[in-house]
């Protein structure tokens, strides 16, 4: 089936690196997005990837492995401005997005 | 940054009425979307256009209606409110006819809607 598996909740700490990981099942695979999220706020693009392999921009990044079905988007310098859902999407083969949960980051001091 | 505006922000409304949620977007993109988000959960998608006179359904489409009679404009509309309706309704659009890195999602600030 199609399916999007993403911690539910991270806690870090400002300054440090946090990894967000996601998994997902299915055929048809076309690309995988990651989304930031906060609180009452509508998402914004993050990261797209299609190859394997990581993608950095500025202090996020995005790692995609096609064969096991596994992405994660990394963080660096924590902010306390990055304290927000990151949601995990994957594009599949008409173009259509399956989300998941999304990940609440929390940053302390 | 992105030009797509969702109104109303908030709405409270009783059970049994009809309302429209009313979405525009002044980039020129072809694809809309609707999507419905409770706490902690995934977005679904409710409904979709390619363009002018173009609408899909998405997963949980079978309460509501869309329209797509100008590039801009995409409303939704559910015909008789419900309590289970209550959740947060979002917006947005991207270029062309597939998805790629040149053509993320935009999303409005989106609708909350209760229904009591």
């Keep these: 089936g199609q399916n999007i598996d993403q911690p539910t909740e991270m806690t870090a700490t400002e300054g440090a ?9 299915t055929s048809g695979f076309n ?12 998402p914004t693009f993050l990261s797209y990837n299609v190859l394997d392999g990581l993608e950095e921009k500025g ?11 596994y992405s994660y988007l990394l963080l660096k310098e924590l902010q306390m401005k990055d304290s927000a859902s990151y949601l995990c999407a994957e ?19 | 940054e992105a030009d797509i505006y969702q109104t109303p ?19 020129g993109h072809d694809k809309m979307y609707w999507y419905q988000q409770d706490p902690g959960m995934e977005l679904h998608l409710i409904h979709y256009s ?3 006179n173009s609408t899909e359904k998405g997963d949980l489409s079978s309460e509501s209606t ?22 947060q309704y979002l917006c947005a659009s991207s270029e062309g006819q597939g998805s790629s890195y040149n053509s993320p999602l935009h999303f409005g600030n989106g609708t909350r809607l209760t229904v009591t």
């Design chain 1, 17 to 25: 690196i946090v990894q967000i990981n996601c998994t997902y099942q």
């Design chain 2, 9 to 27: 922000r908030y709405l409270v409304i009783g059970t049994g009425k009809k309302i429209t949620l009313e979405c525009s977007q002044t980039m």
């Design chain 1, 31 to 42: 690309g995988l997005f990651w989304y930031q999220q906060h609180a009452g706020e509508a």
């Design chain 1, 59 to 69: 202090r996020f990044s995005s790692f995609l492995s096609r064969s096991k079905g």
């Design chain 1, 91 to 109: 594009e599949d083969s008409n173009y259509q997005l399956i989300w998941g949960a999304g990940t609440k980051l929390i940053i302390k001091p």
């Design chain 2, 50 to 52: 390619y363009g002018v």
């Design chain 2, 66 to 87: 869309v329209s797509r009679i100008r590039t801009e404009h995409f409303p939704l509309t559910l015909e008789s409110a419900r309590p289970s309706h209550t959740s």
